[in-house]
């Protein structure tokens, strides 16, 4: 079950992966108004196993420490995130003059698969996708033929490259070599905007009919 709360001046999607059975999940890039995802994970009684983060930009982390400290459980990202969570300029957030640093729990890389303790069934591979970033990966659940894919790609678009880490040849060679190879039929969720999937991606994105 996935359900997603907007959050913050960016209206960024912070995503609830839960499996209904035993209210066991992942919490997705939570990226601002804490209160709001707190209050939404206590009324359902759910238990967030781990917080997971497609990169470090900090519309996607903003509210990670504070939930964080509220429920004790672990921070997820690709090991190449350290550079973004640890420097405000990396992360952005010193542009809004938060200066926002932390460090997570566990840094994964490219092919490590995250497994939901008490429903191995629901486990997300992680994909290392970078371009938008140098740590965007997508998070990819075979079972559920569903992705997180953060900023990497979204409906009709691909993410900004002009921050730090960010290169657009390398972004697209990675969508082409790493999402646009998952099953067609695979829904991609991203950090704004509606969810796409990858065959409505590969027939109408507008970078790559471009580029191709
Ligand atoms: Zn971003």
């Known amino acids: 079950m996935i359900k997603v709360l907007t959050v913050g001046r960016l209206q960024e999607h912070t995503y609830f992966f839960i499996d209904e059975k035993t209210k066991h999940g992942f919490l997705v890039d939570p990226g601002d108004e804490a209160e709001r995802i707190l209050s939404e994970i206590m009324s359902h009684r759910w238990v967030i196993e781990k917080i997971i983060l497609t ?15 509220a429920i ?14 640890q420097n405000a300029e990396w992360n952005l957030s010193s542009i809004y003059g938060i200066g926002y640093t932390f460090d997570a729990d566990e840094y994964v890389q490219h092919g490590d698969v995250i497994v939901l303790e008490t429903n191995p069934d629901m486990n997300l591979r992680v994909i290392h996708a970078p371009g938008h970033t140098s740590d965007g990966a997508a998070y990819f659940c075979e079972k559920e033929k569903t992705a997180f894919v ?22 697209l060679s990675s969508i082409r070599a790493q999402i646009f190879t998952l099953p067609d039929e695979t829904v991609l969720f991203p950090g704004h ?13 507008p970078f790559f009919n471009l580029y191709e």
């Not at 905007?193 to 994105?205: F, I, M, Q, W, Y």
């Open 72 to 85: 004790g459980c672990p921070v997820v990202i690709h090991e190449e995130g350290k550079a973004y969570l």
């Open 150 to 171: 953060g900023d990497i790609i979204f409906n009709g678009a691909v993410g900004r490259c002009d921050n730090p880490g960010g290169n657009m040849n390398r972004l």
């Open 55 to 69: 990169h470090g930009h900090f519309d996607h982390i903003g509210a990670v420490e504070q939930i964080r400290n």
């Open 193 to 205: 905007g509606p969810s796409t999937t990858v065959k409505h991606e590969k027939a109408t994105n």
